[in-house]
């Protein structure tokens, strides 16, 4: 990993683009990282375009904003259209091929797709849709190993219900699991 | 000491609990609502103070009142809330009563939008009231400052009898870092001015008419000599690569950090830059700014605004040493790659590159 990346998470509201930025924030920072999520959305919560940027870095973090992310996380059509042209060449594009129902033009990006909706509802909930999403990303990023990203996990979902932890645990885990066999 | 990670909303919000802020008084509004919140949450739960009150004007009149008990009180809005709190403002600056007054600014004027904004630097910096005075306005450029500056604005608001405002925008409001939560002050200065039940000595007044003009006279020449002493004592500002730079951006706040990573961006590409941080911005730093105009070819202002505020404080500092340019808009916070860009032109312009 180099020394600063940044993340951008970019959907519609109610997809827990904001809640992926977050918890990406979150473990960074338990790694020891200088972390940032500058948070992006309109007057509407719900429906309306949200997005977040993660910046994670050795050093601290000057600048928490960036026209230009090595790497993008696209929940949406709307999203992909915005953001597409904006990731830094040889960057990264992840895809909820769910609900985008077009291929990226760019060919110097690494493009890594992943049917989010679908994984989600076959563990009975799309709402953990994010964290499946989260799972992959935190797998193919390397930023930290898996039993670790759960422990702090733990950290994060102090306070919530067991059963909604394991909900989130278990979709981590699926998207950990689809990282490994179709990202490699 | 474990770091947090907290929406700068929220670091003030805990910053002036640990610094004894014991009431809250506030009408909600975006970006700054999240204050609110979290006060509304934490209050009841330590013996303290939130009241949402019917009205801006009403919120402000409280604080009025909690300050002059000598408890240290606050509230929190946005420009057009602020716009409506000046009245109130005017009276706490005469009545010399120390509080803290957060503007998480939004484009204006008017209603505007929800969008960030650093359009509220003249209402902020040049009282904002009627009458003549002074508030002391601070500007953090993180969340850690967030909390910080909140705690600081406490303490120079009792130090110096005046209110204090913390200046943002609402990115910073509503960005998430760690924060190291800081120790919860435990000392406090005396305030024998404080309307605390007069038993057994003279009662306290806090009044801000003064008819006859001796007394008028009086007040304001010492209001006066109080903002010389805030001058003299309280500028606070930071440099960075200003010693061989040719050319010198200006910035505060947000857009501070992000004018910093466009320096090291300039640098990279042979343009000598520096920066200038103001983090009083009243008290300016008039001093440091004039300092580096002898030595530097050209300044920039960026500011999130279109017609540019505190540049003027910048052509007040320089005194025509060196031309000085202005980037700046509104409704978005501008990418270090963006400012790059303009500092290219700029550069060229001055025949820097």
Known sequence: MSKEQQVLFAGFGGQGVISMGQFLTHLAMHTGKEVSCALSYGAEMRGGTANCLVTISDEEISSPLTENPMTAIIMNRPSLDRFEDKIKPNGTLVLNSSMVDRLPQRDDVEVLQMPVNLLADQLGTSRVANMVLLGAFVEKQGLMNIDQALEYLDVVFKGKQEAIIAKNKEAFLVGVDYARKEWK | MQRVLMKGNEAIAEGAIRAGCRGFFGYPITPSSEIAEYMARKMPTIGGVFVQAESELAAIN???????????????????????????????????????????????????????????????????????????????SSAQEMMDLTMLGFELADKHRTPVMLMAEGTLGNLIEPVLVRDEVTEFVDKPWAITGCLGRQPNIVNTLHMPVEQLQTR?????????????????????????????????????????????????????????????????????????????????????????QMIEDIKLATAGKVPIHYIGEIARTPNPEEITQQLLVIAAKEGLI
């Open chain 2, 220 to 308: 304001n020449q010492h209001l006066t000599e109080k903002y010389q002493a805030i001058r003299s004592q309280e500028i606070r500002s930071e440099e960075f690569l200003t010693e061989d730079a040719d050319l010198i951006l200006v910035a505060y706040g947000i857009m501070a950090r992000i004018a910093k990573k466009a320096v090291m961006n300039a640098r990279s590409l042979g343009i000598k830059t520096g920066l200038i941080r103001p983090i009083t911005l009243w008290p300016y730093p008039y001093g440091v700014v004039n300092k580096i105009a002898q030595t530097c070819k050209a300044m920039v202002s960026i500011e999130i605004s279109t017609t540019g």
């Open chain 2, 62 to 140: 409280m604080v009025y009142g909690g300050a002059a008990t000598g408890a240290r009180v606050m509230t929190a809005s946005s420009g057009p809330g602020i716009s409506l709190k000046q009245e109130g403002i005017s009276f706490l600056a005469e009545g010399e009563l120390p509080c803290l007054i957060v503007d998480i600014c939004r484009g204006g004027p008017g209603l505007g939008g929800i969008q960030p904004s650093q359009a509220d630097y003249f209402q902020a910096t040049r009282g904002g009231g009627h009458g003549d005075y002074y508030i002391i306005v601070l500007a953090p």
